[in-house]
């Protein structure tokens, strides 16, 4: 889907989700262009065209006007009745309204060759933009780009919505489905009341009618990307039961992303931290570098081309051509990824009432400027990292199982990551990580996995935002037992301040089950870290952490292999051929 394609899509699934306890998914299904007659192909061109034209008109409109026609307490909304005061002349007005016989801009003097339903159509789609417009430039300044500075040739298509358009069965040779459409192209100028139709076959997969009838269908969308493909958008409404298994045990799951590791997830539950699970992606890493090498290539080519006074246009749709391969790459691992948790926490739901947490790395795009003494490797890895894409196709994911994913008290939340990966998870200690994947805590001696001792963090933090789960027998006792430890810190490793706990340890001397109610910031049992290597029975080849597997935490505290938590299997990308 286009840039604005999707920016408009996701107003609608907000305008949807407001309306109803449902979310909206988009379906994108192919037109079978070659099929279609040359007269319905021309009167398509001549209706999008028309619909941009008309689009384009209304954001000059509002960017003209835009201080008449700002409202709400954030001023980042369009007043749809101001707007029509402007541009829309009204006779058959409500008893006690007066008429409009001119206003300053007439649309339809302007646009004669549309009807007044396509034209509240478009008026609805440019709202949209200009609003998610005027949001960006609160967020990021002066740096937003405005709606009327996008390229003329682009087109802008209106979303269609369910009174103006239906999708038919006809089993033909050309096509089984087909979209009906209005076509008032030439309704003023006959004279007619009743509209013409098109009618376009579609390329509709049995994967597309399972997500079509998974809801009701609500609006479509033509349009065509950057290789004048065609394509139909269908906004499909699902509605969903919010209300959770109360029966069930509640658990947190903290995930924590990562480049090299694509995730780290860990269960936290009222007894203990039940399971921690990878998800890598090697496959991923190899393809990026790769073309980050081609990459480079090009770019260097082309700046000798340049400083020769050579040319260099061919090699420039050559960069233009690698950069958008290795952006698909990358969109296409993301995607397999967020299946990969989200089916993880499908199980994971049939045994708990599960909470997800996820980390929100805000501004780490900072950390990768030039002069932060990082590196160049360091600069391109990070902003080559979509985690906000990542976490935004989670989010919406679980939002179409039913979670609650916003308001008050949310099921599924993105809390800051600062500091997770470095701060012991047992004490609260600041801890060191003599390599990336493994964290020391000289404070209490405390060693494991950082990106295991992240998750187990930001679950935590998951705890603490959400007064819901505060009386949760087990639970509860996390941010009490992480209050306690953090007020006393050990002054040497190994060993806790007599002062504030009165000489005795704050691991309990138990088996290594935990009773009820006990929480697992008190009860650690530690596992082996043999575990953590991506295959089974292989290290990580790291000396640190062979160090580990000999010397535990606590003498006495850790019992047997068998008996200690569980550790689960990394999960791959996709798979190499």
Not at 97 to 117: C, G, L
Request: with cysteine; aromatic share 6%; hydrophobic share 35%.
């Amino acid at each position: 889907m286009t840039r604005n394609g999707s920016e408009l899509y996701k107003r609608i699934r907000r305008m949807t989700m407001a309306r109803s306890k449902g979310v909206t998914i988009a379906v994108k299904v192919p037109v079978k262009w070659e099929s279609m007659t040359e007269r319905t192909k021309q009167r398509l061109r001549q209706t999008v065209g028309r619909d941009t034209r008309v689009i384009r008109a209304f954001l000059g409109i509002m960017e003209q006007h835009e201080d008449e026609l700002l409202t709400g307490k954030s001023r980042i909304r369009i007043n749809d009745g101001e707007l029509d005061r402007l541009t829309m002349t009204a006779l058959k007005v409500k008893s006690g309204a007066s008429q409009r016989t001119s206003v300053p801009h007439d649309f339809k003097v302007r646009f004669p060759r549309i009807s007044q339903n396509e034209m509240t159509e478009c008026r609805q789609t440019a709202v949209a933009l200009y609003e998610s417009y005027l949001r960006l430039r609160k967020k990021k300044g002066r740096r937003a780009s405005r709606p009327t500075s996008i390229n003329c040739s682009r087109r802008i298509p209106r979303w269609v919505f369910s009174q103006r358009f239906k999708l038919v069965e006809k089993k033909t040779s050309t096509s089984r489905w087909w979209l009906d459409i209005r076509d008032a192209l030439d309704s003023v100028q006959e004279g007619r009341s009743h509209h013409d139709r098109l009618v376009v076959p579609l390329k509709i997969s049995p994967h597309h009618l399972n997500q079509i009838r998974r809801g009701e269908v609500k609006a479509v969308q033509l349009f065509t990307d950057r290789q004048r493909k065609w394509w139909l958008t269908i906004a499909v409404r699902i509605t969903i039961n919010e209300s959770p298994e109360e029966h069930l045990p509640v658990a947190i799951l903290g995930i924590d992303l990562g480049i090299e590791k694509a995730a780290c997830s860990t269960l936290l539950t009222p007894e203990k931290t039940r399971e921690t699970q990878y998800f890598v992606q090697r496959e991923k890493v190899k393809s990026i570098k790769k073309y980050d090498r081609l990459v480079a290539a090009l770019q260097r080519e082309m700046h000798t081309r340049q400083n020769n006074g050579l040319a260099y246009d061919g090699v420039t749709d050559k960069l233009g051509h690698m950069r958008s391969k290795r952006e698909n790459v990358a969109r296409e691992y993301d995607r397999v990824l967020v299946r990969q948790l989200l089916n993880y926490i499908s199980e994971l739901s049939k045994k708990y009432t599960l909470y997800v947490a996820i980390g929100r790395l805000k501004n780490i795009r900072m950390r990768a400027k030039r002069g932060n003494y990082q590196g160049r490797r360091f600069r391109g890895m990070i902003h080559s990292w979509a985690f906000a894409r990542i976490t935004d196709s989670l989010k919406h994911g679980l939002a179409q199982l039913g979670w609650k994913v916003d308001g008050k008290d949310p099921r599924f939340r993105a809390v800051p990551e600062g500091w997770t990966s470095i701060m012991c998870w047992m004490c609260g200690s600041k801890g060191t990580r003599p390599k990336q994947n493994y964290f020391h805590c000289p404070s209490c001696g405390h060693k494991t996995n950082a990106d295991r001792n992240g998750s187990i963090n930001i679950a935590a933090r998951m705890l603490k935002l959400t007064k819901s789960l505060h009386n949760v027998r087990g639970l509860g006792l996390w941010t009490r037992a992480l209050q306690k430890a953090r007020r006393a810190r050990p002054k040497a490793q190994g060993r806790i301040s007599k002062r504030l706990s009165k000489g005795k340890s704050l691991l309990s001397k138990k088996g290594p089950t935990s009773g009820s109610g006990e929480s697992a910031a008190v009860h650690h049992a530690q596992m082996s870290l043999l575990s953590f290597s991506d295959e089974s029975g292989m290290g990580d080849n790291d000396p640190a952490v062979g160090r580990t597997v000999e010397t535990l935490t606590v003498a006495g505290s850790d019992g047997p292999a068998k008996a200690q938590e569980k550790e689960a299997r990394t999960v791959g990308g996709i798979p190499s051929r």
